[in-house]
């Protein structure tokens, strides 16, 4: 089975811009959710998705919005972007019932 | 109380040698402790989990510690090999209640000499 699968893998942005990242979880997981990794730091929770609702929300602004398709791909979108943007955003998926969760290799979002 | 402290920040060990990595945290609600393994550029891979109802786990070469009094755990790699240099995070979570929030450590950059 395919894991996730994230796109792009890279992306280069101006200051104020939009940005939309994708996310395929694995087949069968509902379950979506969204990360932060700053250079040299561990991940930062974003946002999770479930069955196309939002049942969680991390500290990030309101530039940070995500929205789950009825197929249980989703979508990260991160509106005015500043320097401090610039991270490797990771979405990651688990099974209903399930514990663990399986990440995707991430897209690296450079805000120049 | 949403903190998971780890330590080293690194390490550097011999092949063969066994690394062992750190791990506290504070919230007595976390209920699941994974670690990931995270190569440069890439995803961090869920290496091996835990729930605090055991004390320990091993999985190949890689065993999780658990002490849930001193609400610590602990990695420990056996027979290290050069291909586990890699950055660990340690992890804890609330998943029994469905909220997938994930809290990582750090991380500890872990290399193997030759």
């Known amino acids: 089975d395919a894991g996730v699968t994230q796109s792009p893998t890279h992306l280069i942005k101006t200051r104020g811009q939009q940005v939309t990242l994708r996310c395929s979880p694995i087949?069968?997981?509902?379950?979506v959710s969204w990360y932060q990794q700053v250079l040299g730091q561990g991940p930062q929770f974003i946002f999770q998705?479930?069955?196309?609702?939002?049942?969680g929300r991390g500290n990030f602004p309101d530039r940070f919005s995500a929205r789950q398709f009825p197929n249980y791909s989703s979508e990260l979108n991160v509106n005015a972007l500043l320097l401090g943007d610039s991270a490797l955003y990771l979405c990651?998926?688990?099974?209903?019932?399930?514990?663990?969760?399986?990440f995707g290799p991430g897209t690296r979002l450079t805000v120049t | 109380q949403q903190q998971v402290k780890q330590s080293p920040q690194s390490l550097i060990v011999q092949k063969g040698g066994i690394p062992i990595i750190n791990c506290a945290y504070e919230?007595?609600?976390?209920?699941?402790f994974p670690w990931y393994q995270q190569f440069p550029g890439k995803g961090p891979a869920l290496l091996i989990a835990?729930?605090?109802?055991?004390s320990e786990k091993k999985e190949g070469r890689f065993t999780i510690s658990f002490n849930k009094s001193a609400k610590q755990f602990s990695l420990h790699i056996m027979d290290s090999q050069p291909g586990d240099s890699a950055t660990y995070f340690c992890?804890?979570?609330?998943?029994?209640?469905?909220?997938?929030?994930?809290?990582f450590g750090p991380g500890t950059s872990l290399s193997v000499i030759p």
């Open positions: 990651a998926s688990r099974i209903q019932g399930g514990y663990e969760q399986y």
């Open positions: 087949s069968g997981h509902k379950s």
């Open positions: 998705y479930y069955e196309k609702e939002e049942r």
């Open positions: 919230n007595t609600a976390f209920d699941y």
């Open positions: 835990i729930r605090p109802d055991v």
């Open positions: 992890a804890a979570s609330m998943m029994s209640t469905s909220y997938d929030k994930v809290i």
